[in-house]
């Protein structure tokens, strides 16, 4: 019996360093995890009224290709890709919402007016959404089979977790906070 009590001992204070452990860890994640879910709350769009959603349009004309389009059509299209976007995309909100998507689309319905004549190409009319919308950095979103992400590489670990906070990203070893400066020479 003797020689089972310092394991007994050991098991012990091994299981109580490991309990301490994970209530850090889980005090620490379910902190970090609020602050997230509490973030990503305001960028959800308020929807109080549906009166400007746009109707359902059936359109059995979609695969014939149009070379020119008429000034007032094509700002009427502008009109309804953006209350589309308003109402049917979910990344409205995080891509600045009202604001960002406004402004957008005043440029595109100020070029189009300036172009001279009745009509605009539609090249040149894919080109004026595409330059507008180019704040929209989601590869799920296209317009006309033309992505407007600009890609990147992820990489991870699990061996470091950075946090941020009014400073910046930050690792912590030891109680002490180490702050990334830089990542292939740009700043994070």
């Known amino acids: 019996m003797k020689k089972r009590k310092p394991l007994y ?3 012990m204070v091994l299981f109580i360093l490991f309990i301490d452990f994970n209530l ?3 005090i620490n994640y379910m902190k970090h995890l609020f602050q997230i879910k509490s973030e990503f709350s305001t960028l959800l769009y308020n929807y109080n009224s549906f009166s400007e959603e746009l109707p359902i ?3 059995n004309h979609h695969n014939i290709k149009v070379d020119l389009i008429e000034k007032n059509k094509a700002i009427s299209d502008i009109e309804y890709l953006l209350s589309l976007l308003k109402y049917g995309y979910a ?3 995080f891509f600045g919402g009202d604001n960002t998507f406004d402004i957008a689309k005043k440029n595109m319905i100020w070029s189009i007016k300036e ?4 009509n605009i190409s539609r090249e040149a009319f894919l080109n004026i959404i595409l330059s507008e919308l180019n704040f929209i ?3 799920h979103f296209a317009v006309d089979n033309h992505t407007l992400c600009t890609y990147t590489k992820y990489f991870s670990t699990n061996k470091i977790s950075f946090l941020r906070d009014n400073k910046g990203l930050y690792t912590s070893i030891d ?3 180490y702050y990334l400066k830089r990542i292939n020479n740009e700043t994070p």
């Open 9 to 11: 001992i050991f098991l």
């Open 24 to 26: 850090e860890y889980t």
């Open 57 to 59: 349009i059936n359109n």
């Open 91 to 93: 990344g409205y909100e």
């Open 115 to 118: 172009i001279i004549g009745n």
């Open 137 to 139: 950095q989601d590869s």
């Open 175 to 177: 109680n002490k906070r």
